[in-house]
Structures are given as structure tokens and as C-alpha cells.
């Protein structure tokens, strides 16, 4: 199969990266309007002349254009009737993502949105310990970047978070309420559901750059890092006692073994078997448009 790449920046040139290192993938090809980007992918892909040749000679391609053009460009690639990956968000509004599901729904192709961490395994495993936990806390922090210009930090970094607590940790649910507050580089969100609280929080101005998670249920704590893939579940004390005037308590540590992998790798990967196979991208144009309305729910609570 070959296979193509809309926009070479920084994300785009991982995706060639990633796609000249799949079994099955014959000839990668890449274009972006802009010559220097092009260049740097030039030996590992095919750089083309035009969009249109690209879609001219490639069975399936990953959208990796600034957000601002994911609209329009995804909207020729489906005209087109290649399949497609675009890289989150899905638009850069909910009405050109709603727009979109309706070309969609028209065409015959795979689409998929690449929310990235859901291919983590950390995730499923978090899924597997705490469905539906009392308490949620995850937090993605990083440097400053110029690499972002025409999204908020809750587009940018939170959108990942959003879709982790909405189609993994509680998925189907529309009974919440949100509460925000922050800028566009950092924020910090609230999220109830009847019976639990979810508690989210994204920044651009870290010194350090980390993504964790915390979750607490009645007979365990979870808490581990996305980046590390590590996950640590911590079981209710045997016992509590005093010794020696202080407080005391004695409990099970567990290290969850996970397997470690790139996640774009598996991204990309489950999005050519989809294609190859006919099947339906776990990340879904529905659920990318609802992570983008959530996204904006939140972001009214920015200054």
C-alpha cells in the first residue's frame, strides 16, 4: 500500500518516519507548501509537487496540516475517496467537524482521528483497573513551544485528557457538569459526573514536562505516567496502627507490567489494518468532534 502525508512540520515528519518503518507500506510520499519542510522528509519519502498528486498516487494519507486547515484539506482528501487519518483536533470548531461527519457520512472511506494516547497501553490498563472511578486526576504539562500557534493550550494538550476521560474512562456518559479557569496556555478543569469527579489540568509554561494520572476508587489508588508507561496501584492497608506516637499503616504496592511501545506506531499501524481491512478507526470522527465540544465548553471558562 502506498501511503501519504500532508503537512511535514514537526508531527508530519513523524508520521513518515513511522510509516517508512511499517511492513506492507510500499512507497511513502509527502507534500507540504512549504519547501523546507519537504526537504528534511526528502530520504525517507517521495516528496510530491502538488496535493493532488499526492492523492493521485496514495491509497491512504495522514493529515498533519496546522488545525486551521484541517477542514478544507480533509475535505478534498475524502472528495477524493482516499482514506484518511487527521491529526487532532479533528477542525479547529465544532461546526467544521459537524460539517465534516456529514461528507462523511456520504463517502466510503476509513477516517480516523489521531488522539494519540489512546494508542498508549497505559490507557487500557487504566480502564481495566478503574472503570468509572470516584476520582480522576491527570495533568499534561510542557515547555514552551512555538510549534502551536492557533490553538489553546485545552485544544493543544488537554484535548488528549478529554478524550481519555470521555470514550475510555466514562465513556457514553453526558451527565456532567464543567468548571474552568485559566489562559491560553494553561488550564485547569473540573469535570463531574454523578458519584465522580475528574479533575484535569494542561500548561505550556512548565519547566519540566510531564503527563501523569491519578485515580482513586473505594479499595485502591492508581497512579502512574503516560510517558514512562508505568502504572502503580496501591491496595487499602492491612493494617493502621501507632507505633511509637506515630501513625503508621502497612500497604500492597503493585507495578502493573506494561508492555512499552510508541504509540504512534500503533496508531499508525491500526490505521492501515483498518484500511486494508475495511473497518472502522477506533478513534472516530464522532468522538473527535465531541472531544472538540468539550474542548469548547471548557475554554469558556479562559480569560
Do not use: W
Not at 460539517?99 to 494508542?119: D, K, M, N, T, Y
Not at 506494561?258 to 472516530?284: A, G, I, S
Request: glycine content about 6%.
Amino acid at each position: 500500500m502506498d501511503v501519504g502525508v500532508i503537512g511535514v512540520g514537526s508531527m508530519g515528519r513523524n508520521h513518515v518516519r513511522v510509516y517508512s518503518e511499517q511492513k506492507g507500506v510500499g512507497e511513502v510520499l509527502a507534500y507540504d507548501p512549504l519547501a523546507e519542510n519537504a526537504a528534511r522528509v526528502s530520504e525517507l519519502a517521495t516528496v510530491c509537487e502538488s496535493q493532488e498528486e499526492l492523492l493521485r498516487r496514495a491509497e491512504a494519507v495522514s493529515i498533519c496540516v496546522p488545525t486551521r486547515y484541517h477542514f478544507q484539506v480533509a475535505k478534498e482528501v475524502i472528495s477524493s475517496g482516499t482514506h484518511c487519518l487527521i491529526e487532532k483536533p479533528i477542525t479547529l470548531r465544532t461546526e467544521e467537524g459537524a460539517a465534516l461527519l456529514e461528507i462523511l457520512r456520504e463517502s466510503q472511506i476509513v477516517a480516523g482521528v489521531g488522539h494519540i494516547e489512546r494508542f498508549n497501553p497505559i490507557v487500557n490498563e487504566i480502564k481495566r483497573i478503574a472503570d468509572c472511578p470516584d476520582y480522576v486526576s491527570i495533568k499534561r504539562h510542557n515547555p514552551t513551544s512555538n510549534r502551536i500557534t492557533d490553538a489553546t493550550v485545552v485544544e493543544d494538550l488537554m484535548i488528549h485528557d478529554i478524550d481519555i476521560v470521555f470514550n475510555v474512562l466514562f465513556e457514553g456518559r453526558d451527565d456532567y457538569r464543567i468548571y474552568s479557569a485559566g489562559n491560553r496556555n494553561v488550564c485547569e478543569a473540573m469535570i463531574v459526573f454523578p458519584g465522580s469527579v475528574v479533575s484535569i489540568s494542561a500548561s505550556r509554561l512548565a519547566s519540566k514536562k510531564f503527563r501523569t494520572f491519578y485515580v482513586e476508587a473505594e479499595d485502591f489508588t492508581t497512579e502512574g505516567d503516560f510517558m514512562a508507561q508505568e502504572v502503580y496501584v496501591y491496595r487499602k492497608p492491612e493494617r493502621y496502627g501507632i507505633e511509637n506516637e506515630r501513625y503508621m499503616q502497612e500497604n500492597i504496592i503493585e507495578k502493573v507490567l506494561v508492555n512499552k511501545v510508541e504509540p504512534l506506531k500503533v496508531e499508525l499501524k491500526t490505521f492501515l489494518d483498518c484500511v486494508r481491512q475495511e473497518l472502522p478507526f477506533p478513534v472516530t470522527p464522532e468522538q473527535a468532534v465531541k472531544n472538540l465540544m468539550i474542548c469548547e465548553q471548557i475554554e469558556k471558562g479562559l480569560t
